[in-house]
Each structure stands twice: as structure tokens, then as C-alpha cells.
């Protein structure tokens, strides 16, 4: 691993009201073995925590960004616009931070070169409450690279660094996508979709390690699978284009897996099985949407 001095950083995380969870991903940050040169929290809380301005570490400062505006596409916008670096880091406020974790993250964006983007390891915590879940992790081979279509999504949205210059040649984030937006998922995969559409490559680094951590109570299970079905149905109908079937297929095949795979569940995993008919009601639902509400 290399030990050059890793560029200037700022670390975007967005918030809304949940200031326990937001506290103590900072602090994780602030206790890994190499710091970023500052963190910005887009706080979209009804009480912004403001408090957090003064926690800080060897130059690493934590400005908070209080935001009038709604939804996690609009608020990592402002995160963009807000932090003084080009490299840009993103987390999620229900994350903890790997000692190595962002040494090896930005060494791989540096390493990667022009038209990179890098994204790691998120790993499921320890339940913190019985039948507490993770709604969702990450891991693909060591060293994975993926570029143009490869049939998935491959982005983690909590879990990402980039260059300044990938948004700007997106035109930031789609806003009506991420949690409090009218599609409340999908944002990474519209926005990893659309870079690898502009030409750009993902690189997954497994030793950059970030903790999802599993403090959403069993009964939400549901609800967190409808909502990820709607941002899923708001993400395919929005890139299905015309005789290009490359979204149809996508769509087809992961709604053709879960229906397939509903009979084994519902006798050995019934809550995954429910959540994959409420998922499936949601794209169906986000897919009708998008048709009726967006299609200008």
C-alpha cells in the first residue's frame, strides 16, 4: 500500500434525523488512520446538528450544511457545491468507517487514472436490536473493474469517490431519486448507470471497508423493500429507450428472478419472500409513475 500523501478530500455525508447514527459515523471517520481534509454534512433534519461543527481532528474540520430542500439526489447536490476539494467521498449516515478505509479508497482513484470511479466493501453489522437488518452490502471479486453495460448495478451511493469533474459531466445527481424523493431509491444506479454510459469506469476496492450498519427494526422490512422497488421502477422506465432493449431485459430479468424464486422462500424465508412481492408492487407502481408523471 502506498504511503504518498493521498490529494485533498471532502467527505460528503447527508443526514435527515438521525443524529445518534450521524454522530458516530463522523466519529468513525475522525478515528480512521488517515483523515480526510474536512467532512460536510448536508443536514436536511428538522433540528440541524449543528453541534457537530465542533468535532474535529488534525486538521480534518466537520462543517454542517443545514438544508431547507428534501431528498437524498438534492442533498448531495448541495454536498458537491458545499465541499472546497475535487475529490469527492461519499458516505451514508448509517455507516462506520474501516481504519484503512479511505487510504485505500482514494489510492485506488488516484491509481485509477482519467474516467474513474472507485467504490468498496460495505459489510453487514451485527443486529442491534432482535431481527434489526441491513438493507443492503456489497462485495465483488477483488479488483473488479466494470465498464459499459455489464447488466447490474454496481455503485454503492454510500460508499464512493470520485472526481468533481465525473457530476459536473452528469449534471450532478438526479434529484428525483434517493430516500425522500419521489422515487426513494435508485439513486446510485441512475448515477452509476449514467456514468458508465458516459464512458466512465467503476472500480470496486475490497480492502476499502465500510459497516451498513443494522439498526432498522424487522417489522420496516417491508417498507424499505417498496420503497426500493419504486426508485428500481422510476430508474428502468426512465432509461428504457425506444428500440434499444437493454432496460426492458434488465427489468424483465430481475423481476422474472424474484417471481421464480418466491416459491423456495415463502417455506424457507417468508419475510424475504413478502419483500419480494412488495418490491415487485413497487417498481410496478415507480414504472407507472415515471410513465404518467415524467416522460417530458
Known amino acids: 500500500m502506498s504511503t504518498d500523501p493521498l490529494p485533498p478530500t471532502s467527505v460528503v455525508i447527508c443526514t435527515r434525523n438521525r443524529p445518534r447514527l450521524l454522530a458516530e459515523t463522523v466519529a468513525s471517520i475522525l478515528a480512521a488512520d488517515e483523515l480526510p481534509d474536512e467532512i460536510v454534512v448536508v443536514d436536511q433534519s428538522d433540528r440541524p446538528g449543528l453541534e457537530l461543527e465542533g468535532m474535529s481532528r488534525d486538521g480534518c474540520d466537520v462543517r454542517v450544511v443545514p438544508s431547507g430542500s428534501k431528498g437524498l439526489g438534492h442533498a448531495r447536490n448541495e454536498g458537491v457545491e458545499a465541499a472546497a476539494h475535487d475529490v469527492l467521498v461519499f458516505v451514508d449516515d448509517d455507516m462506520l468507517a474501516d481504519a484503512r478505509w479511505l487510504r485505500e479508497l482514494i489510492g485506488a482513484l488516484v491509481a485509477g487514472g482519467p474516467k474513474t470511479v472507485v467504490t468498496g466493501a460495505v459489510e453487514a453489522t451485527h443486529a442491534e436490536s432482535w431481527r434489526a437488518f441491513t438493507p443492503s452490502t456489497q462485495e465483488y471479486p477483488r479488483g473488479a473493474v466494470f465498464e459499459g453495460r455489464v447488466g447490474r448495478d454496481v455503485l454503492a451511493g ?126 410496478l407502481v415507480g414504472w407507472a409513475r415515471w410513465r404518467l408523471r415524467e416522460r417530458t
Not at 458516459?198 to 480492502?207: E, H, L, N, P
Not at 422490512?221 to 431485459?249: L, Q, T
Not at 419472500?273 to 408492487?281: E, F
Open 158 to 283: 454510500g460508499h464512493m469517490a470520485l472526481e468533481r469533474s465525473a457530476v459536473d459531466a452528469l449534471g450532478g445527481f438526479d434529484p428525483r431519486f434517493g430516500v425522500g424523493a419521489a422515487y426513494p431509491a435508485a439513486d446510485d444506479n441512475d448515477f452509476g448507470f449514467r456514468l458508465l454510459e458516459r464512458g466512465y469506469r467503476i472500480a470496486y476496492v475490497g480492502d476499502a471497508v465500510l459497516y451498513h450498519r443494522a439498526w432498522r427494526a424487522g417489522w420496516r422490512y417491508p417498507i424499505v423493500r417498496w420503497r426500493y422497488g419504486r426508485g428500481k421502477g422510476g430508474f428502468y422506465a426512465k432509461h428504457m429507450r425506444g428500440n434499444d432493449g437493454y432496460m426492458r431485459r434488465r427489468a424483465a430479468n430481475d423481476l422474472g428472478a424474484r417471481v421464480r424464486r418466491f416459491p423456495r422462500l415463502l417455506f424457507r424465508r417468508p419475510a424475504l419472500a413478502v419483500g419480494d412481492l412488495v418490491y415487485i408492487a413497487g417498481v
